[in-house]
């Protein structure tokens, strides 16, 4: 599917129809009370001094305004006030849901994406980890919706109304304003591109400093142990100062641009000054009416902050445009699951790789030239290679986190390339320090649902693997974790994940240093319960030297 900003827009508009028909509604019947407000008090000025302007008579035909006294006149006056507010409140309150629903559908349709990514992306800097600093760009689309484009809508419509009645009262007056506000939109659309360039820089800077804290923070323990802290202190002094260099820049047109608004609409109002005065001195017939005049002024006071807010209006549009071009980037990368998923057991087929060539994006040095090599099911092979010959690649490819760039890699007649991620994943299980802990405890950390039979079987599993650790190492399943298994011992990881891949009964099992970071007792207990299952599953076992206790079958060396 491709992207654009106005399917994206008009997607969530058809979604919610409803609620911004009625916003827009609810804004156009607040923008009419908005402009009775100034009429209603031509009518205050015809009962106070008993003036009368045919062209006030006009609004007669609304309820209630042709009041014959001063008390009538008040009941009407507050009852519009009070219209105003109700349906003010309801249109605020809807632009903010708007802006609100907008920005959850975005975000949970961003972190669905986000999952979904194929792996290769995530090494590429920057968009990998969009979603950690996703929440300005939101911010910015939500504006665009809210400001950029709902209440845009309602001034230009209440802009509209008013130069039309403005019109009504002088035509002239009218045409004059209605070509102001075209002169000055213009000009400040002008000023507004220099404001695009300095605002993607802007935004592209401060990304890259959320991406430098990330990586410091993650990296905190070798920046503490290795007393890193000037150069970085220094390093991030430089990026901090680049950023106020353009932050400078930014703040220097945008303070332009809100000081010129104001001048702008009080050069406006100052052009309306010299025709109204010139056309009341020079022809007495065409003079304004007090009543009139009144009116007239009222309208320009009253919607003076609705034009400036008009006029200022690209600057949401251009940074949200910048964010949604952001978006749009993220929501078109390639992902996984593009083949439907089916469900195929796997465990009974051969594994196959054909003639396969892969080598990392960015890299001219391929990881595998021609591999061949076949695992038969139910068989235990053992990988052996040194660092960096390439086991967590194969582990990849195998789960089809990546593909070959040329080759096959084929389970009994199926070719990987026409399954679905999901359907070989179905079928493998995998314990590598590469596939970290994450939960906020044991139980979630090895079994994703709560149900209380899993329960049963994890505590068992749990327990028997842990039979040979100190009381003090033993875990609970509810015993905290720490982020990513921070809080544990490497040995209390490996057991952890053993204890994943075991209770998914899943047909392969892939073992990374199967006996690593396990204490020789736990070892043995180990090598016993996978010798017992032996001839039920495919176990590939990837090690850097040969590994004692396994049946092994066959040995492939990297
Ligand atoms: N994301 C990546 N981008 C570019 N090159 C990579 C990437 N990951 C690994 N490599 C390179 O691919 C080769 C194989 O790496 P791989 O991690 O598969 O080796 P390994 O046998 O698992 O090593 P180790 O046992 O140390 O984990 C190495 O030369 C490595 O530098």
Same mark, same amino acid.
């Given at each position: 599917m491709s992207y654009t900003k106005w399917s994206i827009i008009n997607t969530f508009a058809a979604k919610n129809i409803i609620l911004v028909t009625l916003t827009l509604f609810t804004g156009l019947l607040y923008n009419v009370l908005t402009i009775l407000i100034p009429i209603s008090i031509g009518k205050f000025y015809e009962l106070s001094f008993g003036f009368s302007s045919h062209r006030l008579a006009a &609004?007669?035909?609304?309820?209630?305004?042709?009041?014959?006294d001063f008390n009538s006149f008040l009941v009407f006056f507050f009852s519009l006030v009070i219209l105003r507010l109700l349906f003010e409140y309801l249109n605020r309150f809807g632009i903010g849901l708007i802006g609100e629903r907008f920005s959850k559908t975005l975000r949970e349709q961003l972190f669905t994406n986000q999952l979904q990514i194929?792996?290769?992306?995530?090494?590429?800097?920057?968009?990998?980890?969009y979603l950690l600093r996703y929440s300005g760009d939101l911010k910015s689309i939500q504006n665009y919706m809210k400001n950029g484009l709902i209440r845009f809508a309602q001034d230009v419509v209440l802009l509209g109304i008013v130069v039309v009645a403005i019109g009504y009262f002088d035509t002239l007056l009218g045409v004059i304003i209605a070509c102001c506000i075209l002169i000055s939109s213009l000009v400040l659309w002008g000023i507004n591109k220099a404001l695009y360039t300095v605002s993607l820089e802007r935004r592209n800077k401060r990304s890259g400093m959320l991406s430098f804290v990330n990586t410091r923070l993650r990296g905190i323990m070798a920046l503490k142990a290795f007393n890193k802290y000037r150069p970085e202190e220094k390093r991030y002094q430089k990026r901090s100062d680049n950023l106020y260099n353009i932050g400078k820049r930014y703040v220097k047109i945008v303070a332009f641009l809100q000081a010129i608004i104001p001048a702008i609409t009080y050069g406006m109002l100052g052009i309306i000054m010299v025709y109204v005065f010139s056309s009341t001195h020079d022809d007495i017939t065409k003079s304004f009416q007090g009543a009139s005049l009144l009116v007239l002024i009222l309208l320009i006071i009253s919607i003076l902050p609705v034009l400036r807010r008009s006029l200022r209006v690209s600057i949401i549009w251009k940074l949200g445009d910048i964010s949604f071009s952001k978006l749009i980037a993220i929501f078109s990368l390639p992902k996984e699951n593009q083949l439907p998923f089916e469900e195929i057991a796997l465990g009974h087929k051969e594994i196959i790789f054909k003639d396969v060539i892969f080598g990392y994006p960015d890299?001219?040095?391929?990881? &595998?030239?021609?591999l061949k090599l076949s695992i038969p099911p139910q068989n235990t092979i053992l990988f052996q290679g040194k660092s960096g010959s390439g086991k967590s690649t194969f582990i990849r490819l195998l789960l089809k986190l990546m593909s070959p760039s040329k080759g096959q890699i084929l389970y009994g007649d199926h070719c990987c390339s026409e399954l679905s991620e999901k359907t070989i994943r179905k079928n493998v299980a995998i314990v590598s320090k590469d596939f970290p802990l994450y939960g906020r405890d044991v139980y979630e950390a090895i079994v994703y649902n709560r149900k209380e039979h899993n329960k049963e079987k994890a505590k068992f599993l749990l327990e028997h693997l842990q039979q040979h650790e100190d009381a003090k190492n033993q875990l609970q399943l509810g015993s905290k974790i720490g982020d990513?298994?921070?809080?544990?011992?490497s040995g209390q990881q490996k057991i952890l994940m053993y204890c994943r891949a075991l209770l998914t009964r899943k047909p392969i099992l892939i073992l990374e240093e199967?006996?690593?970071?396990?204490n020789t007792k736990t070892q043995k207990l180990l090598l016993h319960m996978l010798k017992s299952i032996q001839d039920q599953k495919t176990l590939i076992l990837l090690d850097d030297h040969k590994v004692q206790g396994f049946d092994i079958d066959k040995v492939h060396y990297f």
């Open positions: &609004f007669k035909f609304i309820p209630f305004m042709d009041a014959p194929s792996m290769d992306v995530y090494d590429k800097k920057g968009i990998g980890k890299t001219n040095k391929p990881v &595998f030239k021609d990513m298994g921070c809080n544990l011992t199967p006996l690593k970071e396990l």
